[in-house]
């Protein structure tokens, strides 16, 4: 597949050549709705965003009403640093996710070198940790009766199987005073996960699964409309392994920068419904709901995510208190 895009052109322009040049579908990672809420999450070089400590917690319920349905939790802590009289960002992120009989686990630092711009600051960023996979072969289901079904078949794994292996992660973040801009690959190193039942299992009785690696662009502006008490703010987010592709087109209105409530698209997936609140005492919470407009809709509820956010402000003269984040919550 070939993009042709010139460096010029805008990030709106991009996004429109972005749907007519892609088809999307499901990838490895999670899928998180408020994406925009959370940026750290898939991208290491957004870690230290502003001048506050910040904290973010997801719990996303998929497909509710199927069993075995997709089931997120994400924690995302960063902070940034003065270093040498150069700003910078640490992150941390610990991430749950079960689909079926699979559940991954993650837990990995971020580091964001950070430079100051002309009304903009731009970051990179790596992240780097564990990341372990399960599987528990004990529910894999075969029929009874059947000609081409055996429960004694030996090629069939049985007991929990697991495996770990180091994972990194890259990524570039660009933050404007009114719009920003980001692009970062995870699972850099595209290792296969062996999976096995216990440390005395032999290489004939392991089973792999490939982390493969994923690419993600995103981008979203503030604008300002007439009456200031209204910002209204669109967003996007591209997610491929260059296999398979996911678009997300969103776009929320806020009134008083502490109460908003917005709408999203998921390319032949579901329409989101989301709204939010942002009290005085550093605390954000944001809901959504997914309505599948896929063959999924006739068997489940939607999807619901949650998402509680935290800032707190950190004394340090070293950190620029100008810096705003676009994000306004």
Known sequence: MRFRVKLHIPFLLLLVFLLQSVQMSAQYDAQLSQYMLAPGTFNPAAAGQGSDMNYSLVNRQQWVGID???STFVLHASMPFSFNNRKNGFGLIVF???????????????YAYKK?????????????????????????????????????????????????IPDFSLGVWYDHNIYYAGLSVSHLMETSIKLKAGEDATDEENYKIKASRTYYLTNGYNI??????????????????LTAWQFDLSGRVFYKEHYWGGLGWRYQDAIIVMAGIKLRQGLSIGYSYDISTSAVAS??????EIFIGYTKKIGTATVSKKQKSVRIL
């Not at 967003?235 to 392994?241: A, G, P, R, V, W």
């Not at 068997?299 to 619901?304: R, V």
Request: charged letters at 20%; aromatic letters at 8%; proline letters at 5%.
């Open 116 to 164: 100051k711009l002309k009304h903009a600051e731009l970051s990179i960023g790596l992240q780097g940790g564990l990341l372990q996979e399960n599987f528990d072969a004990d529910e894999i289901y075969i029929p009874e009766k059947g000609e081409y079904h055996s429960s004694t078949d030996e090629s069939i794994p049985t007991g929990s199987l697991k495996g770990s």
């Open 224 to 241: 300002i409309l007439s009456n200031p008490l209204y910002t209204v703010q669109p967003s996007f987010l591209l997610k491929t392994d």
């Open 96 to 110: 749950k996710e079960s689909i079926g009989l699979f559940s991954t686990q993650l837990i990995q630092l971020q």
């Open 299 to 304: 068997f489940s509820g939607g999807s619901h």
């Open 68 to 70: 075995h349905a997709p």
